[in-house]
């Protein structure tokens, strides 16, 4: 496992995300393109909360005691129950931001790790090695999710003009 490898995966991914998040309007940052769909502010959230509760704590949690039970957690249910959609955008930004920098600071601080250990959970066996690259493949994910609402964002606000010219989406 190269661990530098997933750091600055890492490091890349919040520094993509806060470059895209930059200078969102409120109406940008709440804005929806349907019901089913999250906002950038939804997005931000999210992310802040696995940071904290998901990736970074199962990590530590497989890596230091992989005896202990899997922690049951339901990112989906936080969206409306933690009232994502309320809360302060810049504000939201800069936890999340805050957050990976303290991530960031516990994973340089590893040593030589059993990145096989695992932790038993419903879907089956799950390492350490499987939660690092997932957190970075999470992180992609939702770098996909923000690009998309942007676009969409755009597209909208830009009407009666089109955005065709610039070429298949």
Known sequence: MNIQFYVQQLTNSANAIHAM????SVEQARWKPDANSWSLLEVINHLYDEEREDFRAHLRGVLQVPI?????????????ERRYQERDFETSLENFLRERVDSLSWLKSLDSQDWNAAYEWPEGRLTAGDLLVSWAAHDLLHIRQINE???????QVSLPHAV??????
């Not at 609402?149 to 597209?155: H, I, K, M, P």
Request: charged fraction near 15%.
């Open 21 to 24: 998040t930059q200078n969102t």
């Open 68 to 80: 202990l039970p899997f922690s049951n957690i339901d990112p989906q249910a936080w969206v409306t």
């Open 149 to 155: 609402l942007r676009y969409a964002f755009a597209s």
């Open 164 to 169: 065709r010219y610039a070429g298949e989406w």
